[in-house]
């Protein structure tokens, strides 16, 4: 089974900008979760989505929202860019039924 | 919220002595703590997993136990190997009806295995 794959790896943005990442989880699984990384934060969770709905959401500003599509694959989007969202945003898919995550390689986005 | 404490943040040992790493965790209805390896510039990885209906669990070197009442659990690496060095992720979220919650995770520990 191929694995979670994240498009595009690499982004720079300027502040201000809006910038959209894609994830595609493994066949079969439903559910889709994002999380960003920095290295003062850590991993933090963004917010989860299952059958294209979302149900949990972390402590991020409105400018973070995020969708899932009928075929599972999710994509997140943060608006009005700012600099302290430069970071690798990692999506993590999983059946559903059982809470064992698989990572994607992340995109790591640069704002200017 | 849930909040998940990782000590040390930095671990040093020689190849083949152990590892121990310690997460506590603050929501007592938590019962799903798996642990992560990072390798530098690459994605996370789930090492080993534990239930809150289990004390222990093994996986080869690896093992990591849990004290529900002290809500605390802990990674062992036994016999250490130069390629066990990356960052290493606690994290504790509750499972419920089938329901998939959010991860917490510590911030991570950063073991090196000196040859």
């Known amino acids: 089974k191929a694995g979670v794959t994240q498009t595009p790896r690499y982004l720079i943005k300027t502040r201000g900008q809006q910038v959209t990442l894609s994830c595609s989880p493994i066949?079969?699984?439903?559910?889709v979760s994002w999380y960003q990384q920095t290295p003062g934060q850590g991993l933090q969770f963004l917010f989860e989505?299952?059958?294209?709905?979302?149900?949990n959401k972390g402590n991020f500003p409105g400018r973070f929202s995020g969708r899932q599509f009928s075929n599972s694959r999710s994509e997140m989007n943060v608006s009005t860019l700012e600099l302290g969202d430069s970071a690798l945003y990692l999506c993590?898919?999983?059946?559903?039924?059982?809470?064992?995550?698989?990572f994607g390689p992340g995109t790591r986005l640069t704002v200017l | 919220g849930e909040n998940v404490e990782q000590h040390p943040s930095t671990l040093s040992v020689q190849e083949g002595d152990s590892a121990v790493i310690k997460c506590t965790y603050s929501?007592?209805?938590?019962?799903?703590f798996p642990w992560y390896k990072q390798e530098l510039g690459k994605r996370p990885q789930l090492i080993i997993d534990?239930?809150?209906?289990?004390g222990e669990k093994k996986d080869q070197r690896i093992a990591v136990t849990l004290n529900k009442t002290a809500k605390h659990f802990s990674l062992h690496i036994t016999e250490t190997q130069p390629e066990d060095s990356a960052v290493y992720f606690c994290?504790?979220?509750?499972?419920?009806?089938?329901?998939?919650?959010?991860?917490?995770f510590g911030k991570g520990t950063l073991l090196t295995v000196n040859p």
């Open positions: 993590a898919s999983s059946y559903g039924n059982n809470n064992e995550q698989f």
């Open positions: 066949s079969g699984h439903r559910s």
């Open positions: 989505y299952f059958s294209e709905t979302q149900r």
């Open positions: 929501d007592s209805a938590s019962n799903y």
């Open positions: 534990i239930r809150s209906n289990v």
């Open positions: 994290a504790a979220s509750m499972n419920s009806g089938g329901s998939n919650y959010k991860l917490t």
